[in-house]
């Protein structure tokens, strides 16, 4: 099956500095990629929708400036937390799919840690 | 997308059937019924999903009654390993997926 790989699949940081998720589909090229976040014991929100070469379409709520996302390549999508805070600890997952497909495929995930 | 009502727990014994039920009363017509789930601190799995039909793959069935409104997912011989959190979505082909709270099943020994 697909896979999805996240990196790093942990990360600690000081408050203030910014922190660059990757996600990338391994054996598949995805049209179009998903970030979410999930704080303990909630469930997945919607941060962001990605295609290859354009813009991320982000949800209501969620700063742009604030979480940079980049859609290098059919295979790599990258989530850049900028200036983290405490309260931007979460665990955040990627998803991707392909065009004609029903399926999205989901990352381990990424705990990030804001001290 | 159409909004999902889903219980927030169930119980199941290993090796019965768990049947988990959705209901998605305002999906429309290009609307699927998508099936994930969550094993703690993990990504979520795709497990199955339909638009019309009853299906049926190596994890589980979906049977979705005929006028669309409510969905069953069953899981035919749940294993401990089946305890998670699973998520019914309704969301267009290639579409965002907004997850609900989903159900969390305990399977128990």
């Known amino acids: 099956g697909a896979v999805v790989s996240q990196h790093p699949s942990r990360v600690i940081c000081k408050s203030g500095t910014s922190v660059k998720i990757e996600c990338r589909s391994l054996?598949?090229?995805?049209?179009?990629m998903f970030w979410y976040r999930q704080f303990p014991k909630k469930s997945l929100m919607l941060m962001a929708t990605s295609n290859e070469g354009s813009k991320a379409t982000y949800e209501q709520g969620v700063e742009k400036d604030k979480f940079l996302i980049n859609h290098a390549s059919l295979t790599l999508s990258t989530l850049t937390v900028t200036s983290a805070h405490p309260e931007d600890s979460s665990f955040y997952i990627c998803?991707?799919?392909?065009?004609?497909?029903?399926?999205?495929?989901f990352g381990p995930g990424t705990r990030l840690t804001v001290l | 997308d159409a909004k999902t009502t889903q219980p927030p727990s169930m119980d199941c014994a290993e090796g019965r059937a768990a049947n988990l039920p959705c209901n998605h009363s305002?999906?429309?017509?290009?609307?699927?019924v998508y099936w994930y789930r969550q094993i703690h601190s993990q990504g979520p799995q795709y497990i199955i999903h339909g638009l019309k039909n009853n299906e049926t793959n190596e994890m589980a069935s979906l049977i979705i009654t005929e006028d669309r409104k409510s969905s069953t997912l069953i899981l035919p011989h749940a294993t401990l390993r089946d305890t998670a959190v699973y998520y019914c979505?309704?969301?267009?082909?290639?579409?965002?997926?907004?997850f609900g709270q989903g159900t969390t099943l305990q399977v128990k020994p």
């Open positions: 054996d598949f090229q995805a049209t179009t």
């Open positions: 305002t999906i429309s017509g290009n609307e699927y």
């Open positions: 979505i309704a969301a267009r082909a290639t579409g965002k997926l907004i």
């Open positions: 998803s991707a799919s392909v065009s004609l497909s029903n399926e999205q495929f």
